[in-house]
């Protein structure tokens, strides 16, 4: 019943525009997923982004990676079915999904791997509130709200690239060297050093052999702890 309610808020008023996918889901990230070649964006909850991390008793933890685990748990290997009926500014489709009628949705909110998105709806609070009450996922650590952390990461592009203006290029010769320089899907540059969080998977579009050398390149070192 309370599917129904959620699905009747979100697809009333445009009943012309609703959409339904289902599907084998691929997960992107803690709060998005592609079914059938389209992107969505699951509706009224905000989980942390891919490269945020979380305070875990003084240790930083890759909350935004266990997020996103969380959902392929949920999701597995089963029929995801996605209902929406408009897109975000990224041509995602905002949509409720189920496998085998469990609000995925919900169930990252009401596990703690997720926040509810009180902007566009209330329609999660009260899971959020029992999952904080009982420090369940994200709420056994300290963590910055997602949309906030979008926001500063949002400012440091914007301020890096005015206090940037031109890349400096590459040093040819990089035999050997270990630091991999990547370009987010933000735009920002970023370089990692062996041994941070994401290295491994981080895939190098430019090489250096000092951080001197990739700041010098127009790169800031990420913002991942060891």
Not at 88 to 99: E, F, K, P
Not at 165 to 173: C, D, E, F, G, Y
């Amino acid at each position: 019943m309370r599917l129904i309610l959620i699905l009747a808020c979100v697809l009333l008023g445009s009943p012309a525009g609703a959409k339904t996918l289902s599907g084998t889901a691929t997960v992107v990230d803690g709060d998005s997923l592609e079914v059938a070649g389209q992107r969505i964006r699951l509706f009224g909850i905000d989980a942390p982004e891919a490269s945020q991390t979380c305070d875990r008793a003084g240790q930083a933890w890759a909350c935004g990676l266990a997020s996103a685990d969380r959902l392929r748990s949920l999701v597995g290997g089963d029929k995801v079915v996605c209902n929406g009926n408009e897109v975000d500014q990224y041509g995602r489709l905002l949509a409720i999904c189920t496998v085998a009628g469990v609000d995925l949705n919900q169930m990252m909110v009401a596990d703690g791997w997720a926040t509810a998105f009180r902007r566009y709806s209330e329609a999660y609070s009260a899971d959020e509130t029992r999952a904080r009450a009982g420090k369940l996922g994200l709420w056994s650590s300290n963590f910055q709200v997602p949309a906030d952390f979008r926001a500063e990461e949002r400012q440091a592009g914007t301020t890096r690239a005015a206090r940037t203006p031109t890349r400096i290029a590459a040093p040819t010769n990089t035999s050997g060297c270990t630091i991999k320089g990547n370009r987010n899907r933000r735009g920002e540059w970023i370089y990692h050093l062996p041994g941070m969080p994401y290295y491994d998977q981080t895939r190098a579009e430019e090489m250096f052999c000092s951080e001197a050398q990739a700041q010098s390149a127009g790169y800031r070192r990420s913002k991942a702890h060891w």
